[in-house]
């Protein structure tokens, strides 16, 4: 409404100028504005605002983010799921606008939004792919109602033969993860000189040897799951399989890392040491049809039970071979494991004594999270996995289906913490057999057929889709990166117009007197004279 200047005003800078019509600003150099503000009520508000900084300056770091290759995470979250629907139409909408900078919304859609319970999480390489993936979700949420039963995720540590080359290379740009991953090089070092970043290079002969897979697989998981909890992520519980349950006793704060690393390498070489010829079968049997073959071939036992139709046998490689021989002929199929020795059966009996005594030193606290059994299938008290407890963890068979039964009754997601995807598969079988499988979700680890950025980003939306409260900014190492604007929040739109019968309620629960008086009510199309 400015129309004459008053010459009181002071106006001494040539470059201040008071906006009386709208005008282009200059695209290049600091610009600045002021703002004021003048309400009826009397508040005055003043602003004086600066231009955002040039894309080209923003600092960038060195280190490695999960959110650095070409596919992108978009998160999404409101209050209720009908108003994070009506975000996700708006999100479609933006994305939809040429030239979107992909990478800035995902950005500031993560750390410029609180984290509300409502959850949706899509991924893609481009703008395109995430628009799809949205439809995806509202087309089979329109179809059938959000059921959860969310209450967490449950991490699944890999057991040995998961391991591969250079699984950690990927890996070793993020800090956390590197110097993880380096505090266990110097315990191991200490331990007898074990070259660790040496051995996670070796040829795959040589990490299928038992005291170099044992003490890799469990650092690598280890760093693994440093970098998740600097990402916010934690589990609901934790188990593992045969030498992952090691790690997931340590992650759970049972046993510290100082003593677990170094109980874990004398271990594997310990079973090094076993003479005797053997070998692992994986077959598609359940249990009780697997124990018949035991009487037909001597010197084999049941090593693991991974899920309702998959065992594992371990024994002696001549009747491991025969077994293998027989199954087949019966079309059953079957899977010689890449071990080096029968775990989980009587070939390990000679050295239990001295891994007893390797295990007399700890003293195992309650855990952190709640931790599932290999032995009994159940849960188990942390302060229970004492010396023993670990000799009979190595000896007797891994009832790990029993333990995935227990897990999924009471959480829907699992996660599988190390190089491998197995223990994932195994939890889609028990899925299958004993739940519904469209409220239930399992992701493997970090596997050698996708890069490590896709699996981390597959980890995450899944600890963010099932209620943590993600530390964006760690996620993203800190960058600096350039906001843009984000669709409104959507408020969800509720009548209150009064019904028919709410206003009879009303009205004969009423004593007092009142005038006539004439009520319009649009919900019942209806009109009312009331005295």
Known sequence: NLRNVSRRVNRASKNAKIAIQSQHLAESGDLWAAVSSFGFGGTNAHVVLKSSPNPAGIEQHDNLDITSAQSHLLPLSAHNNKSLHFLMRSYIDLLAVPNTDVGALCFSAAVGRELLPARAVVLGQNAGELVNSIKKILAKSESHAYESDAKGVVWLFSGQGSQYQGMASQLLGFPVFKNALDYCASLLKDED???????????????????????????????????????????????????????????????????????????????????????????????????????????????????????????????????????????????????????????LTPILGALERDALHFKPQPGAFPIFSNVSGKEISGDQMGAKYWVSQARKPVLFGDCLRQILSANSTVLEIGPGGALSAFAETVIEENFSPEKKQTCAGIINSESAEFSMKKAVSLHFSSGSMINWYSVYSDRKRRKRLLPDYPFTRSSHWPTLSESRRIRSSDNDFHLSNHVILPAENTQMFSA
């Open 193 to 347: 000189g074990f070259d660790l970043h040496g051995a996670l290079q070796s040829e795959p002969e040589i990490l299928q040897q038992t005291q170099v897979a044992q003490p890799i697989i469990f650092s690598f998981e280890y760093a693994l799951t440093q970098l998740y909890f600097s990402f916010g992520m934690k589990p609901a519980a934790v188990a593992g399989h045969s030498l992952g349950e090691l790690t997931a006793a340590c992650v759970a704060g049972i046993i510290p890392v100082e003593e677990m690393l170094p109980f874990v390498r004398r271990r594997s070489k310990l079973m090094s040491q076993v003479t005797t010829s053997g070998a692992m079968l994986g077959a598609q049997l359940n249990v009780a049809h697997a124990q018949k073959y035991l009487l037909d071939f001597p010197g084999v036992e049941i090593g693991a039970v991974n899920s309702d139709r998959a065992v594992v046998f371990s024994g002696e490689t001549d009747a491991i071979s025969s077994l293998d021989q027989a199954l087949k002929q019966q079309q059953i199929y079957t899977k010689v494991l890449r071990v080096s020795h029968a775990f989980h059966s009587a070939q």
